[in-house]
């Protein structure tokens, strides 16, 4: 019952959050490692306890039916035409009202991955075995050289705090994937094919892409640093960068 | 191989027509596919216990190398160790004997199988001794597999050798089970092993042509010049992996149903009791697995660019799985209940079997969610969730079915203290492996690395699964030598040393001679393998 109640709150959800979605302006973004979490966090529960279920039933049983003497048998119930249904049916239903239930929330959050904010600023991503480019509204790239001497490697994906950034992404030979831990997405990268995702880089923060779809022998070390600064630097960065690829 | 055996005759082996030889021959191929690629998962996990290089000079070699042992590992594991080891060695020895049958419907065609499973074996171990080694994971995506150097071409032959000899005993074993048998013997009381085998090989039947198709694609695109894959010349880069995991999606459960199957038969034998709604077991969740197998490939594509709508539906129906696999469970757990348990070696590996099953199987709902998964996927995550479920859970009972059966395919008892040391160095071994895989998974360690400076917080749980990898690779060795040595010195067996009331059991000795029962069998309409009570 409170399965059903629970699946059926789902439900509402989703619809009320869609049509709360359609209705909201976009100065609430919401980011979509937050979602992750918070549904990971929820299924983690939903996982405890279908594993505690099964799993302190397993054991209370494995000690109480030992064989008391060698020639013991077991004396499991003959289940009358009824009980091998609801035995069936009752299961299924519980499984199935989870089953929505998660759905339900999964799709939600699937909602927030898929939608990119209109104010998001687009960077061009390009993989090629095995690095990174990275292309900016006005045309300036920037990589980053894992063999590099230190200071000179580039300085991989620099972005904004505070404003979303939208991938938009393809592949020059295999295919690659972007995956980016710190803020919980990857989508591949393909020849012949684009494919976005978008990320929310709330506060200062540095970490890494790395290549998640095999690319050969340096595939291991297709990565780059992906480093979230405040604006204005971010603008000189950006300007820096524009004049010494002028130069170059 | 038995107490009173003539002499050794490896002709008559190899040109044996016997299904039980035929299992025999299938167990000894799988099994040394499982010990050269458990050799290369000891490589893979040295090579990831510290950071930087371990096993070579310099970075490209040591990614090359690391990628030539995982393509060999994947592969092998999967189509020359679990698949030939559950529906080949289980399958063969003791599905006629379940149903009280003489021999297969067509013994020659089995052999047929047997010879291409070993040539397929061949063909694999192969690709190490030509120069350019395939480097393509088992997966084998193009664009990559058909740019690379390295020779792909023995992973499309080894895949069609292999999947051919699994369509021969496809069609063998479901005509056997239609047409042989015994008389008396009724759909509802057949063995659960005996459902889980005909439920494989519906799928196997179903969709290994499409792996085929997808393999040969490959071929043609490498060395022919066809541009199926490439997408400059109007070819499609995703057909590939949809055509691919149209079959391996299914084929995990080709994996998952007879390990389940051999669980059923273990536990109901060690509880002395019948299957929990057996009913349920075998039309819900068996045939209900056959019927939603097909239909949730993507749910390995949500990474890949695929549609919106695509995404989200294949998330409900993989979510769906759960119905079916709940129901097996059900029946599974349900059958220690009122049993009177004893616990033998062959009950240990079952008992940690339902352990991994679980922690394997729950693993998989997150993955279903496609806003979760695409932080999950290719991570160590997943890595620890198929090797919950696949990996260490099917291998552990294919340990379950050796030990089991073992009395009745060599007359012997195995070494019951050896066994369990073995035991407990596997169970230990594999979770101290897998269980921090999970941890750094969350945390973002990419899966087939060999490389990760640029999170050196792993490296700790990465030592510590080497450290559990080199457990498993202890108790393994006592495992398979304790095999070897207890059959042809193990203490002579009874024909029923564990009171069994199944017809493999009941109705003939040990090991079993041609023809394998003494007199035709018949059934009464109340029997059952599982009739503990009478
Ligand atoms: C119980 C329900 C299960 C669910 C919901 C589930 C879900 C998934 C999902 C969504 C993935 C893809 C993740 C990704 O690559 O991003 C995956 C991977 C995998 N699963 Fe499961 N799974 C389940 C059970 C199983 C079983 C029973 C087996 C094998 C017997 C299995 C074997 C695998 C394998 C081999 C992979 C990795 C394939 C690869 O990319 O190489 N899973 N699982
Ligand atoms: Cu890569
Ligand atoms: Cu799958």
């Known amino acids: 019952m409170k399965k059903m109640l629970a699946t059926l709150t789902g439900i509402a959800l989703v619809v009320s959050s869609a049509i709360v979605m359609a209705s909201e302006s976009s100065d609430t973004i919401k980011d979509p490692a937050e979602e992750w979490q918070h549904l990971w966090t929820e299924v983690l529960v939903d996982l405890y306890i279908l594993g505690g279920i099964f799993g302190a039933l397993a054991i209370y049983w494995l000690f109480k039916y030992r064989a008391k003497d060698p020639d013991a048998v077991g004396d499991g119930p003959n289940l009358s035409r009824a009980q091998v249904w609801a035995w069936a049916i009752v299961p299924c239903v519980l499984f199935l009202a989870d089953d929505l239930y998660l759905g339900a929330s999964g799709w939600s959050a699937w909602n927030v991955y898929r939608n990119v904010p209109e104010n998001a600023m687009e960077v061009k991503v390009t993989g090629s075995m095995w690095n990174w480019e990275f292309e900016y509204e006005d045309g300036t790239t920037s990589t980053y050289d894992v063999d590099g001497d230190e200071g000179e490697k580039g300085d991989g994906l620099v972005v904004p705090v505070g404003t979303p950034v939208a991938l938009r992404m393809t592949s020059t030979d295999v295919i690659h994937s972007f995956g980016l831990t710190k803020y919980r997405v990857k989508e591949d990268l393909m020849p012949g094919r684009v494919t976005y995702i978008w990320f929310y880089p709330k506060e200062e923060a540095k970490s890494w892409v790395t290549c998640t779809e095999f690319c050969g022998a340096s595939h291991a070390r297709m990565y780059a640093p992906v480093k979230a600064i405040p604006q204005a630097k971010f603008e000189n960065w950006l300007a820096k960068r524009a004049k010494e690829e002028a130069e170059e | ?534």
């Not at chain 2, 080709?254 to 669980?263: E, K, N, Y």
């Open chain 2, 1 to 534: 191989m038995s107490a009173e055996s003539e002499k050794f005759n490896l002709s008559e082996w190899i040109f044996t027509t016997d299904h039980k030889r035929i299992g025999v021959m299938y167990l000894i191929g799988s099994i040394a596919a499982f010990g050269v690629a458990g050799i290369m998962a000891i490589l893979i996990r040295i090579e990831q216990s510290s950071l930087g290089p371990t096993l070579a000079d310099d970075a490209l070699t040591a990614g090359q190398q690391y990628n030539e042992w995982l393509y060999f590992h994947g592969a092998a594991m999967i189509l020359a160790f679990l698949i030939p080891g559950l529906t080949g060695f289980a399958a063969n020895y003791f599905l006629p004997l379940m149903i009280g049958a003489a021999d297969v419907a067509f013994p020659r065609i089995n052999a047929l199988s047997v010879w291409l499973f070993w040539c397929g074996i061949i063909v694999a171990l192969l690709g190490f001794v030509i120069p350019d080694t395939p480097d393509i994971m088992w997966t084998g995506y193009p664009p990559y597999s058909i740019l690379t150097g390295g020779n792909t071409a023995f992973y499309v032959f080894t895949v069609h050798l292999l999947g051919f000899a699994s369509i021969l005993g496809a069609v063998n074993f479901l005509v056997t089970v239609i047409y042989m048998r015994a008389p008396g013997m009724g759909w509802n009381q057949l063995n659960m092993f005996v459902w889980s085998t005909v439920t494989a090989f519906v799928i196997q039947l179903v969709f290994v042509p499409v792996l085929a198709a997808a393999v040969t694609m490959l071929l043609f695109d490498k060395y022919l010049g066809t541009h199926f894959f490439d997408p400059s010349a109007g070819g499609d880069v995703l057909l590939y992996q949809n055509l691919f995991w149209f079959y391996s999606h299914p084929a995990v459960y080709v994996i998952l149903l007879p390990a389940l199957g051999i669980l059923y038969e273990v536990v109901a034998t060690f509880s002395k009791n019948k299957i929990f709604n057996y009913k349920a077991g075998v039309y819900g969740g068996m045939w209900g697995v056959v019927l939603i197998s097909g239909e949730v490939w993507v749910h390995h594509l949500y990474i890949s660019g695929m549609p919106n709508w695509i995404r989200v539906g294949m998330m409900i129906s993989t979510l769906l799985i759960s119905l079916p696999v709940g129901l097996l469970a059900i029946s599974l757990f349900g059958t220690l209940y009122k049993g009177a348990i004893t616990f033998e070696l062959p009950m240990k590996y079952a008992i940690s079997c339902l352990f991994l099953f679980l922690i394997g199987g729950l693993t998989g709902i997150p993955l279903a969610i496609t806003a979760l998964d695409l932080h999950l996927s290719e991570t160590s995550f997943i890595h620890a969730h198929f090797h919950y479920i696949m990996g260490i859970f099917a291998t552990f009972s294919v340990f379950a079915a050796v030990y089991y059966w073992f009395p009745k395919m060599t007359g012997r008892m195995f070494n019951e203290k050896l066994g369990t040391i073995g035991f407990w160095l596997n169970f230990i071994g594999v979770n101290v492996t897998f269980l921090p895989l999970f941890k750094i998974g969350i945390d973002g360690m990419p899966r087939r690395y060999w490389n990760y400076e640029m999170f050196p917080q792993f490296e700790t749980w990465h030592f510590v699964a080497m450290i559990g990898a080199l457990l498993v690779a202890a108790g393994m060795l006592l495992t398979v030598s304790n095999w070897i040595i207890s059959a042809f010195n193990g203490e002579p067996a009874s024909d029923n040393p564990w009171k069994s009331k199944s017809l493999e059991w009941t109705h003939t000795v040990s090991p079993p001679g041609p023809g394998n029962f003494l007199k035709p069998v018949e059934v009464e309409t109340d029997w059952t393998p599982y009739d503990y009570r009478k």
